[in-house]
């Protein structure tokens, strides 16, 4: 089955530094990643969609500064946490979906990243 | 615009009992209606899906539910629980011009011995 790795799987660092999550797409090509954020015991909340070559969408109260996505190729995006503070603190999911991708197929999830900041 | 309720954030079986995880959704458009489960740490792996064919659906582990669009309601079964179902379980929905997953909050199932 489509297989979707996310590294980091687990960061700790100090407030005020930046950090970057990569997903990968291992044996498909995903024109479409969805980035989201799961606090503690909570649901997972969209943050943006990406989509190759051109700018993510953002959710609305998403800072499009603050968490900065890239996705510059078919097989990876990359999600920057920029000038982290611990309210940043949070599990971060991606998934990611293939060519002709339609709202009713399945997304493939990667594993996570728990990130904390100090 | 797209919500999913999912009743009851905690669910306790004993192992062997039937299971019962109780989702209803809210959309404008028809519904594509997903389930899936995540394990502690973990990303989300799909138990199955509802996109408008059959409304009983059947998926992984011998998880099913039933589309019942008179009721808005799209509850997950599983006849036998085993303790490996541990786990938290998460309905969503998408729809037409929605490719984006809305979630529910969350079911943690404990399945006791």
């Known amino acids: 089955g489509a297989v979707v790795s996310q590294h980091p799987s687990w960061v700790i660092c100090k407030s005020g530094t930046s950090v970057k999550i990569e997903c990968r797409s291992l044996?498909?090509?995903?024109?479409?990643m969805f980035w989201y954020r799961q606090f503690p015991k909570q649901s997972l909340m969209l943050m943006a969609t990406?989509?190759?070559?051109?700018?993510?969408?953002?959710e609305q109260g998403v800072e499009k500064d603050k968490f900065l996505i890239n996705h510059a190729s078919l097989t990876l995006s990359t999600l920057t946490v920029t000038s982290a503070h611990p309210e940043d603190s949070s599990f971060y999911i991606c998934?990611?979906?293939?060519?002709?991708?339609?709202?009713?197929?399945?997304?493939?999830f990667g594993d996570g990243t728990r990130l904390s900041i100090l | 615009a797209q919500s999913v309720t999912q009743l009851g954030s905690h669910v306790s079986v004993s192992e062997g009992a039937l299971v019962l995880l109780r989702c209803n959704y809210s959309?404008?458009?028809?519904?594509?209606l997903f389930w899936y489960v995540q394990y502690p740490n973990q990303g989300l792996q799909l138990l199955l899906k509802?996109?408008?064919?059959?409304?009983l659906v059947k998926g992984i582990n011998d998880f099913e539910a039933e589309f019942k669009k008179s009721e808005t309601s799209f509850h997950l079964t599983k006849p036998s629980a085993h303790m490996s179902d541990a786990a938290e379980y998460f309905c969503?929905?998408?729809?037409?011009?929605?490719?984006?997953?809305?979630f529910g909050s969350g079911t943690r199932l404990q399945v006791q011995p």
């Open positions: 998934s990611a979906a293939g060519q002709n991708f339609y709202s009713n197929q399945p997304q493939h």
């Open positions: 044996d498909f090509q995903a024109t479409t």
């Open positions: 990406s989509n190759e070559g051109s700018k993510a969408t953002y």
């Open positions: 959309s404008s458009v028809p519904p594509y």
């Open positions: 509802y996109t408008s064919a059959a409304t």
């Open positions: 969503a929905v998408s729809g037409k011009g929605r490719r984006a997953l809305t």
